[in-house]
């Protein structure tokens, strides 16, 4: 049983650009979660989707970050026109359920030049 | 919100020794969970321990919700070990909002 899919692993992009992580959940599990851990800090919670709903967004930027969780394919998480202090690791967890235990991807690591 | 503590900061110790990591939490939670990051940056599970105690191999964990802490052991250190431990809560019922501590950052040395 594959566990969280999380891509890629590592992204650059240059200031203005647009980012796109992808997360697949493990198989059964149908609520995702993203988390992003800035350098030398811990994980700090994002939003959490169900399928083709977002459930809790408070933890996302105003501006610029969206994220969705279609009914076919892997959940994405949206950063434009990225700046350097979007510079982080993002991950990914999934649940069967809305409660009980998380499961972590490996992250992806975005750099911004 | 909920406050997650965690102690001490840093932790050198020698291949072998045993350590005690603590969380403190400052409210009720219906879910607690430890996790390794490893030097490489993946987080792996190591215990969903919203209360009691577990054991897997050379780790243990107890959580004493009642009084709003939990302990993780390791017993046996080895260097691949090392790496920042993190104790993650849950506050709110059906939030599923973990919410992190800082970590500890354990380096066993050969």
Same mark, same amino acid.
């Given at each position: ?10 992204? @650059? +992009?240059?200031?203005?650009?647009e980012? +796109? ?16 851990q ?25 501006? +610029?970050?969206?994220?969705? %969780? ?11 026109? @990225? ?15 809305? !409660?009980?235990?998380? %499961? %972590? ?5 975005? !750099?911004?030049? | ?15 072998g020794?045993?350590? #005690?990591?603590?969380?403190?939490? &400052?409210? &009720? ?12 940056? =993946? ?7 919203p209360?009691?105690? /577990? =054991?897997?191999?050379?780790?243990s ?8 802490? &939990?302990?993780?052991?390791?017993? &046996?250190? =080895? #260097? ?15 939030? =599923? /909002?973990?919410v992190?501590?800082?970590? #500890?950052?354990? #380096?066993?040395?050969?």
């Open positions: 049983n594959a566990g969280v899919m999380q891509n890629p692993r590592h992204l @650059v +992009r240059r200031r203005g650009q980012a +796109r992580l992808r997360c697949s959940p493990m198989k059964g599990h149908s609520h995702v979660y993203w988390y992003r800035l350098p030398e800090e811990g994980l700090k919670f994002m939003v959490y989707l169900q399928k083709e709903n977002i459930i809790d967004e408070s933890g996302m930027p105003k501006e +610029r970050f969206s994220a969705e %969780f279609p009914k076919e394919g892997p959940s994405i998480l949206r950063i434009q026109q @990225v700046v350097r202090g979007d510079s982080a690791a993002y991950f990914c967890a999934s649940s069967p359920g809305n !409660t009980g235990e998380l %499961f %972590f991807g490996e992250g992806s690591r975005l !750099t911004v030049l | 919100g909920i406050q997650v503590e965690q102690s001490p900061p840093d932790l050198i110790l020698q291949e020794a045993n350590s #005690t990591l603590r969380c403190n939490f &400052s409210d &009720s939670v219906n879910n607690l969970q430890w996790f390794h990051q490893n030097p490489w940056g =993946q987080l792996i599970n190591l215990f969903y321990i209360s009691g105690t /577990k =054991q897997n191999g050379r780790l964990a107890t959580t004493v919700a009642t009084e709003r802490y &939990s302990l993780l052991y390791i017993s &046996s250190s =080895q #260097t691949t070990d090392s790496g920042v431990y993190f104790c993650a809560v849950e506050h709110d019922q059906g939030a =599923q /909002k973990l992190f501590g800082q970590g #500890t950052r354990l #380096t066993i040395n050969p």
